[in-house]
């Protein structure tokens, strides 16, 4: 089957179509995306409050200022803060709970860990006030957001923050308009989005952290800033992109599937792809087809930052290949696996190579020891062992529930009832199946083959086959040995009968000419019967011997190219005269072109002489022989006779040797030349059959 030129059946060819199925889906799904136009700014993504969170939220700590946005978000931030805001009073009032402390070098620290205070912990400052200025702008000098010039095309908000009311107050919004009622909606948009994240980040301000009383801010940035419109191009060219990938990836999974179910699953057995694929646990595929969905989870996410953005267009369609092409083995496995549990069931490679399986055997395995080691139940007239075991258990339980356990005792008493309940009952099952193992072994060993275990009942199924298989070939030996032996007595009886008979003739006859009272016409007809006898007597030993090349394979043949239908019909020539004497009408039906076959003429011929001669003694007088002869890949030659005997035998009892259809053996024949001529139509490769149909006799040959 692995040299099959079926894509299903050849490993060679599977993995090729699953390369081209992932490399075409991969360059259209590519191609589409790149083609795809891109809506410019239609639509504001979300992620763009991811940016504006970044620059807000830089814009309160001096180690995160940003001087590489300073062209496109600009902003302006004074603080007023208690330096010493955790050693206050108002602090103190509002955190009961902290412990603090300065540390050796001057800062304050949460005081869990007792070593690293400086000093006693109950120490009430007054609050010093100072002025932070935090902008991405380089001033030399100090700046009021509410003052500093800010450019009227920019979107822009002043304003300040009440750390203790957790309030925003808007001073001044700019947001530039002009004609275009597309580009004034988007910009107000942007406005919103801004201060949305705002607000978020000013209310994530801790003021148990830092002291921060109030913020007086300014912000401005441009409606067609950069890091708009990558987002804007960012967010739109991921949706579209995955959007394709992934309906590319469903097309192919699709196909693939196709593929996998119009696969015959005997076939499948014998292809080394499916071989490879099922050599893996069910657990492994699931794990690995889990991390493969959590890997394109992720990946849009992942792309979001500006670093892999910019490999998007190299990294996206190797991705994509590599999903499509693990994607399609899983499905192969997972078609494969179904078909499998549907034709083999629990020996299917899903269960054998299942590591949750495999744990639950040795689990059963080890209680199974267990068993076996206590005796419990396999006695076959015991059950006091296995309800001991099983009160005791019972009673193990309810104590432990109401000693140890607290809570839900009844619960859990409850649930180990039922355990212990299943796993008796279920090894209960294994016991009775083993008790019926033993009866039926018992009784092959005293010599009766007739039981057999219940295989579909019975646990142990392996086991089972085994000993009724054992069971079915002891009982077969035994009858062949029986017939064996009734044969070899029928075939010294045939023997000794067919070669005394002729031989008992030779003597008298010869004692008769040799008394010298026995007239000359006398002697010449009692010569005659000697002579008679004596071919006869040489026939049934030439008989023998041929036979007996037969049984050891020992027939010599010198095959030549011969037509069959010629060699046919001089047969039928040499026998003609003598099948009419006895009123054996031929209906012959040959073919009018030749039936040439690799043939020894000579065994061949014999193989017929043995047919029409069998017909000769055999066949009722005054009814029809039809011989017909046809050729389609095989040359069949087919002679039917109405039998002059009663036939209460079977076919294959016919062709055993010194067997004739004239039971009471008055005719003439050794009753070795059917089974002469199917030993010859073997040694050359044919096939010989005999079909009895009450008194209709029918001989099948075939070349």
């Known amino acids: 089957m692995e040299q099959s030129k079926d894509i299903r059946y050849n490993t060679k060819l599977i993995w090729t179509t699953i390369f081209l199925i992932s490399l075409i889906a991969t360059l259209i799904t590519t191609f589409i995306t790149k083609n795809k136009e891109i809506s410019n700014l239609d639509n504001l993504p979300s992620s763009i409050s991811q940016d504006f969170y970044s620059f807000i939220d830089s814009s309160l700590y001096k180690d995160n200022v940003n001087y590489s946005i300073n062209e496109e978000f600009d902003y302006y931030v004074r603080s007023y803060k208690i330096k010493n805001y955790p050693f206050t009073q108002e602090y103190k009032e509002k955190y009961p709970n902290n412990v603090v402390a300065r540390d050796n070098s001057g800062e304050y620290i949460y005081g869990y860990n007792a070593s690293e205070l400086k000093t006693n912990q109950d120490i009430t400052e007054e609050p010093v006030f100072i002025t932070n200025y935090l902008s991405n702008r380089i001033l030399t000098e100090d700046f009021d957001p509410q003052k500093v ?133 069910l657990e492994i595929v699931v794990i690995a087809v889990g991390l493969w969905m959590a890997s394109i989870s992720t990946l849009g996410s992942t792309f979001i930052v500006d670093n892999f953005f910019k490999y998007l267009d190299i990294i996206l369609p190797i991705a994509q290949f590599i999903a499509i092409l693990t994607a399609s083995i899983a499905v192969y496995y997972l078609i494969y696996g179904i078909k499998s549990v549907y034709n083999e069931g629990f020996k299917s490679f899903v269960f054998e190579k299942s590591i949750i399986v495999k744990i639950f055997k040795a689990i059963k395995k080890g209680v199974l020891n267990i068993l076996s080691r206590t005796k419990i139940g396999l006695d076959a007239t015991d059950y006091k062992k296995y309800i001991i075991a099983y009160a005791a258990l019972m009673l193990l339980g309810f104590i432990a529930c109401n000693t140890v356990v607290h809570y839900g005792g009844e619960i859990v008493f409850i649930l180990w009832f039922v355990l212990v309940t299943s796993i008796f009952a279920y090894f209960r099952e294994h016991i009775k199946s083993l008790r019926e193992i033993e009866s039926v072994t018992d ?22 086959d085994n000993i009724n298989n054992i069971s079915n070939n002891l009982n077969t030996a035994v009858e062949k040995a029986v017939k064996s032996e009734r044969m070899k007595t029928e075939l010294i009886t045939n023997v000794s009968h067919d070669l005394k008979t002729p031989l008992t003739s030779i003597i008298n006859y010869s004692e008769l000419i040799n008394c010298g009272k026995t007239k000359d016409e006398d002697i010449k007809e009692y010569a005659k019967i000697i002579n008679e006898k004596s071919h006869k007597l040489k026939n049934i030993i030439e008989d023998l011997f041929e036979i007996s090349k037969a049984s050891s394979n020992n027939i010599e043949l010198h095959l030549e190219n011969l037509d069959f239908k010629s060699l046919v019909s001089q047969v039928i020539g040499e026998w003609e005269d003598k099948l009419e004497e006895k009123g054996l009408d031929l209906i012959i039906n040959l073919p009018e072109k030749s039936v040439m ?70 005719t003439q024949g050794s009753g070795l030349g059917l089974s002469i001529a199917s030993s010859l139509v073997a040694a050359q490769g044919g096939k010989f059959k005999l079909d009895i149909d009450g008194d209709l006799f029918k001989t099948i040959v075939e070349f």
């Open 597 to 666: 076959k690799e043939l020894d003429g000579n065994k061949t011929s014999r193989v017929l002489d043995n047919l029409f001669s069998n017909i000769e003694k055999y066949a009722l007088e005054n009814t029809r022989v039809y011989v017909d002869l046809t050729e389609d890949e095989k040359a069949k030659l087919i002679i039917k006779n109405i039998s002059k005997y009663s036939l209460n035998i079977s076919s294959e009892e016919l062709l055993e040797r010194f067997t004739r259809g004239d039971s009471s053996r008055n």
């Open 443 to 464: 009784s092959i060993a005293k010599g009766d083959y007739s039981l057999k275990v219940d295989e579909y009942n019975n646990k142990f199924k392996k086991i089972t």
């Open 149 to 281: 010039d800010l450019d009227k095309n920019d979107i822009f908000v002043r304003g300040f923050y009440e750390i203790d009311t957790e309030n925003i107050n808007i001073t001044e919004k700019n947001i530039p308009l002009n004609s275009s009622d597309k580009y004034n909606k988007q910009t107000k948009k942007m406005y919103d989005y801004f201060i949305i994240t705002l607000k978020d980040v000013y209310g994530n301000i801790n003021p148990s952290d830092n002291g921060i009383k109030k913020i007086n801010f300014a912000y401005s940035f441009r409606p067609d800033a950069d890091f708009i419109s990558k987002s804007v191009y960012r967010d739109d060219y991921l949706y579209n992109a995955f959007e394709v990938m992934l309906m590319g990836i469903a097309i192919s999974m699709f196909v693939v599937a196709v593929f996998a179910i119009v696969t015959n699953y005997r076939g499948a057995k014998e292809v080394s792809f499916y071989l490879g694929i099922s050599r893996y646990p």
